[in-house]
């Protein structure tokens, strides 16, 4: 069974930064995709970014030019570097992954790590 551990959120002034981490365990993990989503109270869940193996990276809109994802294959690890945080980015975020296998897709979720931007 493959598990996602977070880490890395916690309280921030608007402008700040934060990063987050999520290391997947389990032996047999590919991760093609691995990503974050973020969830307001109020609001639907949300793509924040998604990186896959192979290094193709998307966006939400209101997070380009403020938040960059990267991963380490090796360590089966995902980050995602939050700077110029504001109020709005205050969210639940979950870790998500996805592993492609020819007869199906195993999508995974983590606990999901509170940010909140406040002053």
């Known amino acids: 069974q493959v598990q996602l551990v977070e880490s890395g959120g916690g309280l921030v002034q608007p402008g700040g930064s934060l990063r987050l981490s999520c290391a997947a365990s389990g032996s047999i993990f590919s991760g093609n995709v691995m990503g974050w989503y973020r969830q307001a109270p109020g609001n639907q869940r949300e793509l924040v970014a998604d990186i896959t193996r192979g290094g193709s990276i998307n966006y939400a809109d209101s997070v380009k030019g403020r938040f960059t994802i990267s991963r380490d294959n090796a360590k089966n690890t995902v980050y995602l570097q939050m700077n110029s945080l504001k109020p709005e980015d205050t969210a639940l975020y979950y870790c998500?992954?996805?592993?492609?296998?020819?007869?199906?897709?195993?999508?995974?979720w983590g606990q999901g790590t509170q940010v909140t931007v406040s002053s």
């Open positions: 998500y992954a996805e592993d492609w296998l020819s007869w199906r897709t195993d999508k995974y």
